[in-house]
């Protein structure tokens, strides 16, 4: 079965500062991967997207994600935080007709 | 295209009422999901369409809900004698054959006092 590990609960950023948030995937296939951010009171907004070719993917709002199949891994990172990126991350899998597998999210909160 | 609409944003209702959730998908998405989302937890997947068929419904989604897709269009998720652990946010998501994106509309969020 598959099942998607985010380690970090919380995450507190200076706005500026770089982000990066884990995600560890368990998968038996050739994984599709997925960040998403959802901001309070908001559904899902898909950030990028791996199914295969360059383990760097580029998304949106300046974020980037690389796929580490040694490793099982699908970190998003972002070089320079700003205010706005407050909110929730999830990192999914999908599986079978891309029905999405959900880590638990990350909640990131940016100081001043 | 105003995207996927879900209607009510907010229900509360009281243990033993059924309520119905109904999800507007982007016009020609033929794939349709319905997840859900307890607080701190990822959304878990509950069943999917594709036009009107429901082809796949999670063992998460006991006898008491039941979900249909009349015409392919819009589509509807039923609770029936809701429980307090029914409350969760009730998430739509529409997807385009051949496109890998799911759409996702803003969730209905179910209070059961």
């Known amino acids: 079965a598959q099942s998607v590990t985010q380690p970090d609960i919380h995450i507190t950023v200076s706005e500026g500062a770089s982000l990066e948030l884990r995600c560890n995937y368990s998968?038996?296939?050739?994984?599709?991967l997925f960040w998403y951010v959802q901001s309070p009171g908001q559904g899902l907004q898909l950030l990028l997207k791996?199914?295969?070719?360059?383990?760097l993917v580029q998304g949106i709002k300046g974020f980037e994600a690389e796929f580490k199949r040694s490793q099982s891994s699908f970190n998003l990172r972002k070089p320079s935080v700003h205010w706005s990126d407050a909110a929730e991350y999830f990192c999914?899998?999908?599986?079978?007709?891309?029905?999405?597998?959900f880590g638990a999210g990350t909640t990131v909160t940016v100081r001043a | 295209d105003t995207g996927v609409s879900q209607d009510p944003r907010h229900k509360i209702t009281k243990r033993g009422q059924n309520v119905t959730f109904r999800c507007d998908p982007i016009?020609?998405?033929?794939?349709l999901y319905w997840y859900r989302q307890t607080l701190g937890q990822g959304p878990e997947f509950l069943t999917y369409?594709?036009?009107?068929?429901?082809?796949?419904k999670s063992r998460l989604l006991s006898d008491r809900f039941s979900a249909e897709r009349p015409k392919g269009s819009f589509s509807t998720l039923e609770i029936q004698r809701t429980e307090q652990g029914d409350s969760a946010m009730y998430l739509c998501?529409?997807?385009?054959?051949?496109?890998?994106?799911?759409?996702f509309g803003p969730g209905t969020r179910l209070t059961v006092t």
């Open positions: 998501a529409s997807r385009l054959a051949g496109d890998y994106e799911q759409y």
């Open positions: 998968y038996g296939a050739t994984p599709y």
């Open positions: 791996y199914f295969s070719g360059d383990t």
């Open positions: 999914a899998v999908g599986f079978n007709d891309y029905k999405l597998s």
């Open positions: 016009s020609e998405h033929n794939r």
């Open positions: 369409f594709q036009n009107e068929a429901q082809l796949e």
